[in-house]
Structures are given as structure tokens and as C-alpha cells.
């Protein structure tokens, strides 16, 4: 595809010189329409001199009425109608006035008298002044309204923003909230090597989430790389009742999503899965392209929503008194940022699998960056991953 060597400037962008540019063309057009028509009935070529001095008259008015418009433009309906509607008659007169008295000069031995001249040209010159009015207001007008759209899409993006930010900003003490209590067991069981590798590891995870935006996205290959991590952690308190496998096609690796997005996930699963079952469970995150979308599939091998925490479970929010009681940002908050960050283009599905479990799938446009950085994630979320 081409691209034009150059980026077109927006005709208003500039509001002064769009409107010397429209003046210029308006006023020089109305000149060359008389001009021609001059010509067209036969008048000598001094005629146009006295089109040009009528030219410039309304030029110069129109200036003097911009200067009044631009005032009266900001001010309630009834006065800017109202004093447009006294000024511009009276305006019209000077114009017709100067022009009749430019025409008697030009014909001193005419027939007509001033008064007739007057009148005869006060029709036209309400047409170019009275068009050159309208034209000015709708103008300022459309300018007005689309400034006011252009905030109003600023002011949504900001909310868009900020809510994006408070969302994402929840995982962190959601997340917190298990983990130091984590770690204040191992301590109580002076358990202090356990204790201080959690410590260091979460400490690191942190310091993963802080480099990125809160209404940043990341790859899918670096949000597989701080999953890992947490895994990491997690698999210190449940060993071997965790269990973990990646299915991520590469092709899918560039594909671009909300950061931390697939930790709450994992989270939940480990909470309603792990949790409950001695055997542990197994939590598989797959990746696929399907079409124009990125599918990302996470699922457990736990009870699923066969048991009778079923709606616990959607909500992200637990009763169960052996669990501390959690606070209610785990799917949930999935939906609310997939719904922020995609509008309708976006699927999110809770699934109860034929085999059992359960599974959470996510469908977001695939996009990629141009100039992808490379993963900012600590040497220890290798060292974790197996």
C-alpha cells in the first residue's frame, strides 16, 4: 500500500489562517463572478475597477463584523440572534451606501438618482453579507461542536483509563492477601528458607507488575514468562499437588493482551481446584489463533461447578469458612477489563468440560506491536517455570 510522503494537515486545524484562506477565496470569487458578468453585458474594462472598490468595501466590513461575531458567537442565543439581527441590516446599509456613492462617481451623467442607486444595490450586497453571515456561524459553529466532541472523547478516555488502572491496580492486594498469609504460616512454623525463597520470589513478581502500565498490554509470550512466575511462588505452598502445562502456539506468542489478565485465572483455579482436592489438580493454559482472534483457554482438572459452590466459584467470591473469604476481583474483574479494553469484541466463557473440571475461555482481537520490547521479566521466572 502507498503512503503519501507527507501528513495532511486538517483544514481547520490552523482556526486564523483557515479563516483568511476562506475570506480570500470567498471575497476574491465573488469579484470574479461580477467580473464575469461585466464582461458577459459588455462593460468597459474601468468597470472593474469599481467592482474591485466594492470588493474591497465588503471585505473590509466583513472584517469589522467578524470581530463582533466572534464576540456575540459566546454569548446566550437571544443576544447573539438578536444583535446579529440589528447589526447586520445596518451593516447592509453602509455597504450599499459606499457602493451607490462609487457608482454615482463612476457615472456622473447618469440618469439615476442616489436614492435609486441605493436601492438597487442593497439587494445584492444583503445577499453576499447576509451569505457571508450565515456562513460565519455555521462555521464557528461546527468548530464549537466538534471541540466539544473531542473533549468528550478525551474526558471517556480518561474514565476508560482510570478504570482500566483501578482494575488491574485490585490484583495486587487480591493477590497479596494469599500470599503473605503464605508466608505468615511459614513463619508461625518457623519454616524461615521457605519463607524467605517466597519472599524473594514474590518480591520480584512485584517488581514485574510495577514496570508495566496499568492500562498497558503486553505480549502473550511475557504474560506466559510472569504466569510462570507466579506459579513459582504458588507451587511453594501446594508442591506437587500443583500442576501445570502450556500448550502456547508460537504464533500466538506476539499477540498482544491486558497485562496480568491470565494470573486472576490461574488464581481461581488454584483456589477451587488445588485447594479443596488432596490429589491436588492439574491447570492447563493454552493459546491458539482463530482467525482474526486470539483464544486463550484456561482450564483445571478440578470439581468444577458440579458441587454445590457453583456460583461461588463464577462470582469470585468464596463462603467456604476453611478459605479465607476472598475479595471478589477475580472473574469479575476479568470480565470488566476485557469489557473496558474491547467493547463487543470480545468473548469470555465459563465452560464445564465433558471430562470434568473447568474451564475459563477468552477471545480478543489478534494484534501485535510493530517494535515489541523484549520481556522485562527477572532472571528467576525461568528458573521457576519447570
Do not use: C
Not at 77 to 106: E, K, M, N, R, S
Not at 166 to 178: A, D, K
Not at 313 to 329: C, I
Request: no cysteine; glycine share 8%.
Amino acid at each position: 500500500m502507498a503512503v503519501l510522503p507527507f501528513r495532511p494537515t486538517p483544514f481547520f486545524a490552523n482556526k486564523n489562517k483557515a479563516f483568511w484562506r476562506l475570506q480570500v477565496l470567498g471575497w476574491g470569487g465573488a469579484f470574479a463572478l461580477r467580473a464575469v458578468s461585466s464582461l458577459a453585458n459588455g462593460q468597459p474594462l474601468s468597470f472593474f475597477v469599481l467592482i474591485l472598490i466594492q470588493t474591497i468595501t465588503g471585505f473590509s466590513i466583513s472584517l469589522l463584523l467578524s470581530v463582533l461575531y466572534r464576540f456575540l458567537i459566546a454569548q446566550r442565543p437571544l443576544i447573539t440572534w438578536g444583535v446579529t439581527a440589528l447589526v447586520l441590516p445596518f451593516a447592509v446599509g453602509l455597504y450599499a451606501f459606499i457602493d451607490a456613492w462609487v457608482i454615482q462617481l463612476y457615472r456622473s451623467d447618469g440618469t439615476a438618482s442616489f436614492a435609486q442607486l441605493l436601492i438597487g444595490v442593497f439587494y445584492l450586497d444583503l445577499t453576499l453579507l447576509g451569505a457571508w453571515t450565515a456562513l460565519y456561524y455555521a462555521v464557528n459553529f461546527f468548530l464549537q461542536v466538534e471541540e466539544q466532541n473531542d473533549q468528550l472523547m478525551r474526558l471517556e478516555n480518561q474514565a476508560t483509563s482510570a478504570q482500566l488502572a483501578m482494575l488491574r491496580y485490585q490484583l495486587n492486594p487480591h493477590f497479596l492477601f494469599n500470599t503473605l498469609n503464605s508466608i505468615s504460616t511459614l513463619v508461625l512454623l518457623k519454616q524461615t528458607e521457605p519463607a524467605n525463597a517466597m519472599l524473594t520470589r514474590l518480591s520480584s513478581f512485584l517488581r514485574y507488575t510495577l514496570v508495566n502500565q496499568p492500562t498497558g498490554r503486553v505480549t502473550v509470550a511475557q504474560e506466559v514468562e510472569t504466569l510462570k512466575l507466579y506459579l513459582g511462588i504458588e507451587r511453594m505452598r501446594f508442591e506437587e499437588r500443583l500442576r501445570t502445562t502450556f500448550h502456547i502456539d508460537p504464533a500466538t506468542e506476539p499477540g498482544l493482551l491486558p497485562s496480568l489478565l491470565l494470573q486472576p485465572l490461574v488464581e481461581n483455579a488454584i483456589k477451587y481446584a488445588v485447594t479443596p482436592q488432596e490429589s491436588g489438580a492439574e491447570i492447563t493454559i493454552s493459546t491458539q489463533l482463530v482467525g482474526q482472534n486470539l483464544r486463550i483457554t484456561v482450564s483445571d482438572t478440578g470439581p468444577g461447578l458440579q458441587t454445590g459452590g457453583d456460583d461461588n466459584r463464577v462470582s469470585g467470591v468464596s463462603f467456604d469458612g476453611g478459605e479465607p473469604v476472598s475479595t471478589g476481583v477475580g472473574l469479575a474483574n476479568i470480565r470488566d477489563r476485557l469489557a473496558q479494553a474491547y467493547g463487543e469484541q470480545h468473548r469470555f466463557d465459563t465452560v464445564n468440560p465433558p471430562e470434568g473440571g473447568f474451564a475459563v475461555v477468552i477471545e480478543i482481537p489478534f494484534e501485535r506491536r510493530n517494535d515489541m520490547a523484549p520481556a522485562a521479566v527477572p532472571a528467576q521466572a525461568a528458573a521457576v517455570a519447570g
